[in-house]
Each structure stands twice: as C-alpha cells, then as structure tokens.
C-alpha cells in the first residue's frame, strides 16, 4: 500500500529534509501580524518575528484547510492510498482537531491520524521515524504503535526560556508557573506532559544553570545510548553551537541539529530560548 505522511510545520523540520521525501506534505500554520497573515516557514523567517514581536500585534493562527484539502487531492492523483497524519499537540494547537474535521470527510484514503502531544523536532523526530517504518514497509498500525513508544518512553524534548511574558501572552502558560520565578530569575525547565500541555519539569536559578539542568536530564535519560540530538534556538545561534559542541563531549550522539525554532513556535517563547530534544536510536 502506498502511503503519504502528512504533518504541519510545528514539526520544526528543515526544507532540505522534506525535499528529500517524495511522501512527505507539510501544512503550514501561520502568523498573524497587524492582522495580516503569513505562512510559518515559508513566507517569514524567525527574525523577522522577533523584530515585530514586541511593536507590533502579533499571534498566530491555524492552517488553512484548503491548505491541507489541496495535499489530499495531490496524494489521490500520485496514487497514494492512505495517509499517515502527525499533528502538533492537541493540548498547545487547534490545528490536530482542525486537520480532524477535513479528515473526518475524507472518503477515498484510509487516513491514520496521530496527536504527537508534543511539537518542534519531538513531533519532527516521530515524522522521520513513520517515514523510516514506511521505507522498511511496516504496516501502519504497526508504526501507530512504535511512534508511539518512542514519544512515551524514548525520546525527551525539553527547553527553557529567559521570561515567561510570551507563553502568558500567547496564552500557552499551561501548567508552567509564573510570578515569583520572574522576580527570582528562576527560569522554568519546561516539557510538555501526557495531556500535550506545558508543564515544569525542573528549575533553577538563571538561564545559565538552567540549560545545565536540561543537559543533566537528557544525560540521565540516554546515559549508555547512542542519540539524536537537536538544539532549537531562539536568535543565539552561536551560543547554541557551543551547547552542542559540549554535548559531544559528554554524550553518545550520532546526529547532532542546530535550527532556529520555527517563527509559529519563536512567537510563544521569545528569542531567548533554548531547547534539547533528544531521541534513542
């Protein structure tokens, strides 16, 4: 059976990446700006993001369903018999319940459709592993069920930011608490939980210590494996290459990324962020 993997571009995944797949379609969210929309990845980059974010009203907005309508028509017309759909949490997006109302209408593919409970390279990584499944031609339940381990049980995604201003902005605070930290300069060690909401997973005084932390648990987790590894950053590339290179040192990776966190996620931490996402291989 031949079959299509669909996501949006809360999956965090590089443009050379999808080229690469011939059955892999991403939906992009958008951004709103003064009322005016753009397409996440594709019509503004993260720094101009940044730029606007405190001058300007800025927000961001589901996909267009005749985005994701138009996919659907293309993978028919390619051949495609079923499609593989893996969305941004439900618990930080609307976008998995408005993928499900065009999917729910679909009558000529057999879909499967996946909320990730997780977003960036933790939703990217699941992509990539469905799409290494499908090149070993395992069967779609099958792959349902291995994703699925790897986000329970394998993998990590985890970040920290400088304030919490944007995410209470955005209203996307979760579970992630608030006042006195910002008072404290206790930065939050942020994870998203089974729900797919934002939760505190650890904390610790200054953004220094706590990019500490996070190395800590993703060493605790993965001590003895072998990983792959991505750091998101917000505007500090360099800083986030020299947390890589540290990484290296102590750690067994097989693929290290350095990207930008895409503009539709940047919008809700701010440029002063960093995240770790790890998964076993």
Not at 45 to 61: F, I, N, R
């Amino acid at each position: 059976m031949k079959v299509a993997v669909i996501t949006d571009s809360g999956s965090n995944l590089s443009q050379t990446f999808v080229k690469k797949h011939d059955n892999l379609y991403v939906v992009p969210l958008n951004i709103l700006i003064n009322g005016k929309s753009f397409k996440d990845q594709i019509e503004i980059s993260p720094k101009e993001v940044y730029e606007k974010l405190d001058s300007h009203q800025v927000s961001t907005s589901l996909p267009d369903t005749k985005d994701l309508e138009t996919i659907l028509e293309k993978v028919k017309k390619e051949g495609y018999e079923a499609v593989l759909v893996i969305n941004i949490s439900s618990g930080l997006s609307g976008t998995f319940n408005a993928f499900r109302l065009t999917l729910d209408n679909e009558k000529d593919l057999l879909v499967y459709h996946y909320d990730t409970k997780t977003l960036a390279a933790g939703q990217g990584y699941l992509v990539e592993y469905a799409l290494e499944l499908l090149a070993k031609e395992t069967p779609l339940d099958e792959i349902i069920r291995l994703i699925d381990i790897m986000r329970k049980h394998d993998s990590l995604a985890i970040y920290t930011i400088n304030t919490l201003k944007y995410l209470k902005r955005g209203g996307r605070i979760g579970k992630v608490e608030g006042t006195i930290g910002e008072l404290l300069h206790i930065k939050p060690v942020i994870t998203v939980n089974e729900e797919g909401v934002y939760v505190t997973l650890s904390k610790a005084i200054g953004l220094q210590r706590s990019l500490l932390t996070m190395k800590e648990l993703i060493t605790k987790k993965f001590l003895g494996a072998q990983i792959d590894l991505t750091i998101h950053y917000g505007e500090d590339e360099e800083k986030a290459k020299q947390l890589g290179q540290m990484f290296q040192k102590s750690i067994d990776i097989r693929t290290l990324t350095i990207s930008p966190l895409t503009p539709v996620l940047g919008i809700h931490t701010g440029p002063q962020m960093f995240a770790y996402i790890a998964r076993k291989v």
